[in-house]
């Protein structure tokens, strides 16, 4: 097997470094190196991901001697976890694990939403967010202190975060009150971040909304929410999708209904009408002589898309009963009654044959 990096050159140990000197290496490559201390350096994210994958070969021991032995550490379950190397370095180094606020965390995560239009839900689009995030402070790089300057050791804890007081048998441990269990302490503040380390800054992001987007759909953006604490990494922003109602269409998967009425003379005598689609183009629809309302009329292709799938168009049809006649109109629609008869309606004559047996 052709080794292809050298683990060890590349943390700068010997080949027989002990596990302390390892994890100190790391250490000090990782603080340099980390991706939310070197915004937009891909060479330092390149960087930082060949020492931590060096790391998290060499600080175990299995895999370390697998990779001595073959020259590889690839194998089975080789992939390893930031989170675990973070957990694992700088848990102990400031001498307490997890419950330290020193712990490398997540940002927090972001929420925000975008309310579209059926229209551009049909079509697809690029939306463009503004979005105020936490980012590391770049006058100080995020140590929060002053240019020119550098966190120092705490003096009180020593760098632990922890003060340790003997009390009888037991030794109590209580986060620093000095430095507040940070471990180091800033002498003179950042003027932009105030010794936060970190600013917020308003960023605009372009969201591509795919077409046929659901109601209620989350986008996730990995990182780009706010930035980590003690080199943990970023926080995702989260975006909820809401649809506006139509005025004419609704919508049930891909597919789109609406209903459109027609006069009871277009539904005797058949047409065709011309509606307008999502898009706003016609749509040609044709009226058979004898609809009914309720009539649905299936329009193929017309409905919402994506990638795989194409809906259909729905017009169910409601037939309008003409209101307010004048004297002429009743006129010929009374002689229009006397020329025609039942014949011409066999849904009431119908009905009005299951009446007369139930109530003989
Ligand atoms: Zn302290
Ligand atoms: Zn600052």
Known sequence: ????????EILGVARDATQDEIKKAFRKLSLKFHPDRNLGNAEAEEKYKEISEAYSVLSDSEKRSRYDNFGSASGPGMGFDFGDIFEDIFGDFFGSKRQSRNRPRKGADLHYKIDLTLKEVAVGVEKEIEVSRLIYCEMCNGSGAKAGTNPEVCPVCNGTGQV????????IATTCIRCGGQGSIIKEPCEKCHGTGKTRFTKKIKVKIPRGIEEGTRVRIAGEGDAGMSGGPPGDLYIAIFIEEHEIFKRRDF?????????????????????????GEPVKVEITKGTQTGDIIKITGQGLSNEYDTGDLFVSIFVETPTKLNKTQEALLKQFAEVSGIKIHPKTSNFWKKIKKIIS
């Open 1 to 8: 097997m052709r080794q292809n990096k050298d683990y060890y």
């Open 164 to 171: 340790k007081k003997q009390n009888g048998f037991f030794t």
């Open 255 to 279: 597919d789109l209904f609406c209903e459109v009425p027609i006069t009871f003379i277009e539904a005797a005598l058949g047409t065709a009408i011309e509606i307008p689609n999502i898009f």
